[in-house]
């Protein structure tokens, strides 16, 4: 049986049933409740992948979510200065991703425990409960209605095993996707006329 505080199950119940997610179980028809989840892995056993080797592209979605540019900076310290390949406002997310590719760099280690402490629910939830109850909160959603979208991203690409990576790569196009979707759904993309 899943070894798992009652705070963490209701907590993980919120994401996977939130009330505004058309696909919530709520109104679902009758039976149609969600799957079991396979037996859980020990929380202490879960290994996590390096800092400084996270998926580009996962870092750079959980970097943009997690902070503004001011809490960068601030977090970046020294390192923020330097050439930035990605001026205007992506220039923090820029400077910190490079930072973060810093193995054992002082601005690395400070990014690595801010996002660990900021995710620490959803990193436990995924240790706790394994890649199946990722899937049901992450797959087949609108990413912008998933509660606490980050901190899920954060604990996918943290996760230091084979088979978090065909969700690693379905998050990746999904987050892509998504992205459009919102820039999009704004009057001001569109064409006129
Ligand atoms: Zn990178």
Redesign the pocket.
């Known amino acids: 049986m899943l070894r798992m505080s009652r705070n963490l199950r209701m907590f993980v119940q919120e994401a996977v049933m939130h009330p505004s997610d058309p696909r919530d179980p709520a109104t679902a028809p009758p039976g149609a409740g969600p799957r079991r989840r396979r037996a859980a892995t020990t929380p202490s056993a879960v290994a996590r992948v390096p800092f400084d080797r996270v998926e ?1 592209p996962l ?1 750079d979605a959980v970097l943009a979510m997690s902070f503004d540019a001011g809490e960068l900076d601030n977090l970046l310290g020294d390192e923020r200065a330097g050439g930035c390949a990605c001026p205007g406002p992506r220039a923090a997310i820029d400077a910190a ?1 490079r930072a ?2 810093v193995p054992d760099g002082a601005a690395a280690r400070r990014l690595e425990r801010v996002l660990d402490t900021l995710h620490a629910r959803e990193l436990e939830a995924l240790d706790a409960l394994g890649l199946d109850t990722a899937t049901e909160v992450l797959v087949g959603r609108d990413l912008a209605r998933v509660p606490r979208l980050a901190g899920w991203v954060w604990a996918v690409a943290r996760r230091a095993d084979p088979d978090a990576d065909g969700l690693r790569s379905y998050l990746v196009r999904a987050l892509f996707l998504d992205g459009f979707r919102a820039l999009g759904a704004q009057a001001s993309s569109r064409p006129t006329g």
Do not use: E, Q
């Open positions: 580009c870092l991703h973060a590719h």
